[in-house]
């Protein structure tokens, strides 16, 4: 007993001093080669849509659960890509980036996705971050997959 209580207390001093925050992105493609992008209320610029992995989910229900809640995905394949990290604050963020295809988008815009848009990966819309941009060429196969977001 005193063994489990000692686990717990070091599990919670490492959860309080190495926070980590573990997140799923989708690169949804069409039947055309093109990416789905969105863009946030909260945040500027295209990026890639996804979120957090809920605690006893795996990665890839994650990002079909997001994809499904914010961009309204139904169907659809999710095949791992990479997995990145990026500086969250204090916490690491972790990302898991899948290829999602052969899946029907129907969007409405909510409290947290405004707009989508079907683009190129090899030519990007103008105002896409510096990590989407980095994404879409790792995905298009024109950059070596990096290990940070």
């Known amino acids: 007993m005193i063994r489990r209580a000692a686990w717990n207390f070091y599990i919670l001093i490492k959860a309080l001093t190495h926070p980590i925050a ?7 493609f069409d039947g055309e080669g093109q990416v789905l992008l969105v863009r946030h209320r909260y945040m500027p610029g295209w990026q ?11 990665p890839g229900a994650a990002v079909l659960r997001e994809l499904a809640e914010e961009v309204g995905l139904t169907g659809g394949v999710a095949e791992f890509f990479g997995l990145y990290t990026a500086p969250a604050g204090l916490a690491s963020n972790v990302i898991a980036l899948y290829r999602v295809t052969g899946g029907a988008v129907a969007f409405r815009p909510s409290l947290e996705i405004v707009e989508v848009l079907f683009a190129d990966p090899r030519r990007p819309p103008a105002g896409c971050t510096a990590a989407t941009l980095r994404r879409l060429a ?6 070596p997959v990096s290990p940070w977001w």
């Open 22 to 28: 573990f997140g799923a992105a989708g690169a949804v």
């Open 48 to 58: 890639l849509p996804g979120g957090g992995v809920n605690r006893r989910e795996t």
């Open 138 to 143: 790792e995905l298009a196969g024109a950059a």
